[in-house]
């Protein structure tokens, strides 16, 4: 009997990032803030690969947070665009994690 293969979902994720060596922020920031797009068999196995990955990219993750699937998102009443179906539609056929969004998060030192 072949044993039943699971349905990768995709998810989304907030991946906070501090600094590394060659992590190709800019200069002065403290870190930055990733949305993501991860596919999984569950959320658990998108956290793994996507972690990984950033890591693999000289990026160096600090904490994850998971906002679900897309139809758990649209059950919360998040509004999702198409841009954002789009992307995760390509993490789908890719079985990969797509980083929709960067955002470089600058702290003042100088206080």
């Known amino acids: 009997m072949a044993k039943?293969?699971?349905?990768q979902q995709v998810y989304t994720l907030v991946?906070?990032?501090?600094?590394k060596s060659g992590d190709g922020l800019p200069k002065g920031a403290t870190g930055a803030g990733l949305m993501?797009?991860?596919s999984g068999v569950d959320e658990a196995e998108a956290v793994r690969e996507t972690v990984a990955i950033l890591k693999q990219a000289d990026?160096?993750?600090?904490?994850?947070q998971g906002y679900g699937t897309l139809q758990e998102r649209r059950e919360l009443g998040h509004?999702?665009?198409?841009?954002?179906?789009?992307?995760?539609?390509?993490?789908a056929d890719e079985n990969s994690v797509?980083?929709?969004?960067?955002?470089?998060?600058?702290?003042d030192e100088d206080e």
Do not use: N
């Open 98 to 107: 797509i980083v929709a969004q960067m955002t470089p998060y600058f702290g």
């Open 59 to 64: 990026l160096a993750p600090l904490d994850v």
């Open 36 to 38: 993501i797009y991860a």
């Open 4 to 7: 039943e293969k699971k349905q």
């Open 15 to 19: 991946v906070e990032v501090g600094r």
């Open 79 to 91: 509004e999702i665009t198409d841009e954002e179906i789009a992307l995760m539609q390509r993490a």
